[in-house]
């Protein structure tokens, strides 16, 4: 039998193996690394995962589609942006992901949110395979006719390659409801398919699920009250600093403000807010989604319990519980620091790997409860597998369903990761409870399905 030390010498060869083959995405490195470095204890517990070319196979996606997207400004310049999609592992079940539409974005970026996906997907336990795409389109201060004319051209080259039964697309960062709308007509009158199952995110009324829009938020909340619990304290009264403000930032912040506890914060690229009285949700929900603004605009009408830091860090603020809702490293190691400083008890990640690897390892060190996004946001991409299912059965749920749904698999999902993580020696430790968890399934499956 292999020993732990043995497994993770292999590991370390198979992660420099990776940052070669694959030049310049320090962001895929990055997640490969993190998954990678808590696998040892499993693989030199079962044999069969140390089978050669499992790993191997699990770090290479089955497909990577890359792609021009031409589109007309409303002056009628040609823009010319690139799309991506990388359907990861389908061995659960179809690729499903968001897309990503940011300047940021390239494909190193994608495969990490794609690598993240598989994990994170398996651990809802309902069927669903990892994949991400997006574009390097900004779609700050374009047109609603920009987005769409954009949209369109995306869907022209990706519907040939999408399918309610091949994979499945969804939002991330700047697509939302609009964007989602667009996507799925575009698809239709390519293919003449009401094929409700192919994206999710859709709108009210025609295939959407209640509660899509919210699900990642209040998940992330359900995650954090269940990591409190186990420590033996809940959300009442706990002040919050949440950075973001997006969809997954908005509807964290209503869920705290509901089970009684109190996000003092919100921010963007320009700055941050901090509000004393409690970020006044309604009022960032009409100045972010109604009016496509900035967080400036909140604290100007919010009055004098808000004040706006341009620049800076939101972490900076003191508080019980962070919530990082916005982007990938956003909370690094003295950000980590501070907020230890400050007393804070558990760290959740709304947004997709926002804590470095060196903020990760202080905050454990120093006894912060740290949820991982691929546990602790999986709640919005399991409520898109419900809207699948409800697509499939040509129904729709009621708001109180899928919020009972959602409310169980978060659990499920923390009862999980907690009980691998004491049965591989690391108590406490979500991330590697996480990593594990999701790669048994995937593993199991994937060797059950042959060398493919
Ligand atoms: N983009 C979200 C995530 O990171 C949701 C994906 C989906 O609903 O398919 O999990």
């Not at 490969?32 to 044999?47: C, D, G, I, K, S």
């Amino acid at each position: 039998m292999t020993t732990r030390s043995e497994t993770r010498t292999t590991l370390d060869h198979l992660l420099t193996e990776i940052e070669h083959r694959n030049p310049a995405q320090p962001e895929f490195h990055q997640a490969a690394h993190e998954v990678l470095e808590t696998l040892a204890p499993v693989v030199a517990a079962r044999p069969e995962y140390a089978e050669p070319g499992l790993i191997e196979r699990l770090v290479e996606p089955e497909r990577q589609v890359l792609f021009r997207v031409p589109w007309q400004d409303d002056k009628g310049r040609v823009h010319v942006n690139r799309g991506f999609r990388v359907e990861f592992n389908s061995a659960l079940g179809p690729y499903k992901g968001g897309l990503r539409f940011h300047p940021s974005v390239n494909l190193g970026v994608i495969k990490f949110l794609g690598f993240e996906q598989i994990f994170k997907n398996a651990l809802t336990g309902l069927g669903i395979g990892g994949g991400k795409g997006g574009s390097d389109f900004d779609p700050h201060g374009r047109s609603d006719a920009e987005v769409m004319r954009f949209c369109q051209s995306f869907m022209t080259e990706l519907h040939r390659h999408i399918g309610e039964h091949t994979d499945v697309p969804a939002g991330d960062i700047g697509v939302g409801g609009r964007e989602i709308g667009y996507l799925f007509g575009q698809y239709r009158r390519i293919t003449n398919r009401w094929e409700a199952g192919v994206l999710t995110g859709k709108g009210q009324g025609w295939g959407g699920s209640l509660i899509r829009p919210e699900a990642t938020g209040y998940g992330n909340v359900l995650f954090a009250a269940a990591m409190l619990r186990e420590r033996g304290e809940d959300l009442e009264g706990q002040t919050a600093v949440v950075s973001g403000s997006g969809n997954v930032a908005i509807y964290t912040i209503e869920k705290l403000a509901a089970l009684g506890a109190n996000a003092v914060t919100c921010s963007d690229s320009s700055g941050y807010v901090v509000d004393e009285k409690g970020v006044d949700v309604e009022l960032l929900k009409q100045v972010k989604e109604v009016e496509r603004g900035r967080v400036d605009t909140y604290a100007e009408r919010r009055g004098s319990s808000a004040r706006f830091v341009p620049g800076g860090s939101v972490w900076d603020v003191p508080a019980d519980l962070a919530l990082p809702s916005a982007t990938q490293n956003e909370l690094d190691e003295s950000a980590a620091a501070t907020l230890v400083r400050n007393g804070v008890k558990a760290v959740s990640e709304g947004a997709n790997m926002p804590a470095t690897p060196e903020a990760v390892h202080l905050l454990q060190k120093a006894g912060v409860a740290f949820g991982p996004g691929k546990a602790a946001n999986a709640g919005g991409v399991a409520v898109s597998a419900l809207e699948m299912a409800q697509n499939h059965a040509r129904t729709s749920w009621t708001a109180a369903k899928v919020e009972e749904e959602l409310a169980d698999i978060m659990n499920n999902i923390h009862t999980t990761c907690h009980e691998t993580a004491e049965r591989y020696d690391a108590p406490g430790d979500y991330v590697t409870g996480a990593n594990i968890a999701g790669f048994e399934r995937v593993a199991d499956a994937m060797l059950a399905q042959g060398v493919i």
